[in-house]
């Protein structure tokens, strides 16, 4: 038998995530993160930590993000799972980079875990991280530049 409920609950939190994220409000996103979370971008480019572990460092992590990106994130997808306290999310991503004036358009696959609260305990956020290299690059910049991307801190 599926619990429906806790189901939900996971869901709720990867809406809530892009909710949060995409409104900037990051003191109130980490909220949805337990104390002990991990946050993983297994494609994370030179720059980007591919691990970042606890609520103080989610912050930290996340800071710069609202006067990096201006987006909203549409069509939300969850995918059927057997594990009440796992969302898989499928997304995109449509917005600006606020440095350049850029497009930035992105798709995105979650894999998130939740714990008997709700809250998210581990967050694998799969994205291409060249699409966030370019729409951060200026026109302008030199083609061998090292490319990195710090969501503005």
């Known amino acids: 038998m599926v619990d429906t409920g806790r189901r939900t609950a996971a869901q709720h939190a ?4 892009l909710r949060l994220t995409a409104a900037g409000r990051i003191d109130d996103w980490v909220a949805l993160f337990a104390p002990d979370a991990v946050l993983e ?21 996340m800071a710069g993000f609202p006067e990096t990106f201006d987006v909203e994130f549409v069509d939300l997808v969850f ?29 995105c696959i979650s894999v998130v875990r939740t714990d008997d609260d709700g809250l998210i305990t581990r967050y694998l956020d799969y994205w291409n991280p060249l699409v966030a290299i370019e729409a951060l690059t200026p026109d302008d910049a030199l083609s061998d530049r090292e490319l990195g991307v710090d969501f503005g801190r």
């Open 41 to 61: 971008f297994p494609y994370a480019p030179a720059g980007v930590p591919g691990r970042v572990v606890g609520r103080e460092a989610l912050v930290a992590h």
């Open 14 to 17: 990867v809406a809530e995530h």
């Open 79 to 107: 995918h059927h799972t057997v594990d009440p306290k796992l969302a898989i999310a499928e997304f995109r991503s449509t917005g600006t980079a606020l440095p350049t004036g850029k497009p930035y358009e992105q798709t």
